[in-house]
């Protein structure tokens, strides 16, 4: 049976793990309520935006594309992979699933979804990446032809709106010998499920999220050239902003699951006080009765 003495010193450590949880937890559900509200405004804006812009401005984000790569001399295109991880690496779970659903889709040849199913080779592609996350380039190491141009280990919520404007302008300086450009991020869906999520931006010299829209590509280079750069302006906007929103989704995602990691590990660890406090009094009680017995024994003769 355990002592009363080592018992005080478990119950003196998980109080102390219950204060660091605690802590955790409330810095969590904090900063989830301020991402959460930016994340609702800018699915909103991104909404507006889409529905305002006219199938023209559309198409001339298309040409904007098409007459950077004609500028380029770059005889081979990339691949850029904007990777947005875990800010802390607190719960690995959480880290472990995005790291696996990267390499799955990478060893896949980058399919543009789930129910694509055919596969291409990127073997012979240069890959470029940017990491925004603690540990996550490891993904990319066994593969000879990524190279990680950039590597942001430390960011926060406050980081968000500086790293979509860089982020912005590595996409823009790169779009003349860039191909395409995919996005890997968590998507929050409740503080139970966050899915791991893959979005192609640019790819074939048009943005990926109006290509349904705009089917039939009307040449429109000679209204590019009389307003390149209103059209430039708009589309560093719609491009910041689509940046923007997915990495405070990954925020919004990590905070959930970190809030729940931490709310899950001060349930138990108030478990395990009530537990080891319950048997420090019947061991304190034991010792009572023990010394009251000896004390009536001592009487009696």
Same mark, same amino acid.
């Given at each position: 049976?355990?002592?009363?003495?080592?018992?005080?010193?478990?119950?003196?450590?998980?109080?102390?793990?219950?204060?660091?949880?605690?802590?955790?937890?409330?810095?969590?559900?904090?900063?989830?309520?301020?991402?959460?509200?930016?994340?609702?405004?800018?699915?909103?804006?991104?909404?507006?935006?889409?529905?305002?812009?006219?199938?023209?401005?559309?198409?001339?984000?298309?040409?904007?594309?098409?007459?950077?790569?004609?500028?380029?001399?770059?005889?081979?295109? %990339?691949?850029?992979?904007?990777?947005?991880?875990?800010?802390?690496?607190?719960?690995?779970?959480?880290?472990?699933?995005?790291? #696996?659903?990267?390499?799955?889709?990478?060893?896949?040849?980058?399919?543009?979804?789930?129910?694509?199913? =055919?596969?291409?080779?990127? =073997?012979?592609? %240069?890959?470029?990446?940017?990491?925004?996350?603690?540990?996550?380039?490891?993904?990319?190491?066994?593969?000879?032809?990524?190279?990680? !141009?950039?590597?942001?280990?430390?960011?926060?919520?406050?980081?968000?709106?500086?790293?979509?404007?860089?982020?912005?302008?590595?996409?823009?300086?790169?779009?003349?010998?860039?191909?395409?450009?995919?996005?890997?991020?968590?998507?929050?869906?409740?503080?139970?499920?966050?899915?791991?999520?893959?979005?192609?931006?640019?790819?074939?010299?048009?943005?990926?999220?109006?290509?349904?829209?705009?089917?039939?590509?009307?040449?429109?280079?000679? =209204?590019?050239?009389?307003?390149?750069?209103?059209?430039? !302006?708009?589309? #560093?906007?719609?491009?910041?902003?689509?940046?923007?929103?997915?990495?405070?989704?990954?925020?919004?995602?990590?905070?959930?699951?970190?809030?729940?990691?931490?709310?899950?590990?001060?349930?138990?660890?108030?478990?395990?006080?009530?537990?080891?406090?319950?048997?420090?009094?019947?061991?304190?009680?034991?010792?009572?009765?023990?010394?009251?017995?000896?004390?009536?024994?001592?009487?009696?003769?």
């Amino acid at each position: 049976m355990e002592d009363l003495y080592s018992i005080k010193k478990k119950l003196e450590n998980f109080k102390k793990i219950k204060q660091i949880t605690d802590a955790i937890r409330l810095v969590s559900i904090t900063t989830y309520s301020q991402v959460s509200k930016r994340l609702a405004f800018l699915k909103k804006y991104l909404e507006k935006m889409e529905e305002c812009l006219p199938i023209q401005a559309k198409q001339l984000f298309n040409t904007l594309i098409r007459k950077k790569q004609e500028r380029s001399n770059a005889a081979k295109k %990339n691949i850029l992979l904007i990777i947005i991880g875990s800010s802390k690496e607190f719960g690995s779970d959480f880290s472990n699933k995005l790291k #696996k659903f990267i390499s799955k889709k990478i060893s896949a040849g980058l399919p543009t979804s789930d129910s694509d199913m =055919s596969s291409r080779i990127i =073997s012979d592609k %240069n890959i470029e990446a940017i990491v925004i996350a603690k540990n996550h380039e490891k993904v990319l190491q066994p593969s000879k032809n990524i190279s990680i !141009i950039k590597n942001y280990i430390n960011f926060s919520f406050k980081d968000a709106e500086r790293l979509s404007h860089e982020l912005c302008q590595d996409v823009m300086n790169r779009l003349g010998n860039t191909e395409e450009v995919i996005i890997f991020n968590n998507k929050f869906r409740n503080f139970f499920i966050q899915n791991q999520i893959q979005t192609t931006l640019i790819k074939d010299n048009r943005i990926a999220p109006f290509e349904e829209q705009l089917l039939e590509q009307d040449d429109l280079s000679s =209204s590019y050239e009389k307003m390149s750069e209103t059209i430039t !302006i708009l589309f #560093k906007k719609y491009l910041r902003a689509q940046i923007l929103y997915h990495i405070t989704n990954s925020l919004t995602s990590e905070n959930a699951s970190r809030f729940m990691a931490m709310e899950k590990s001060s349930q138990n660890a108030e478990e395990l006080i009530s537990e080891l406090t319950l048997k420090a009094n019947k061991i304190r009680q034991m010792n009572i009765t023990r010394q009251i017995s000896e004390l009536t024994t001592a009487f009696k003769y």
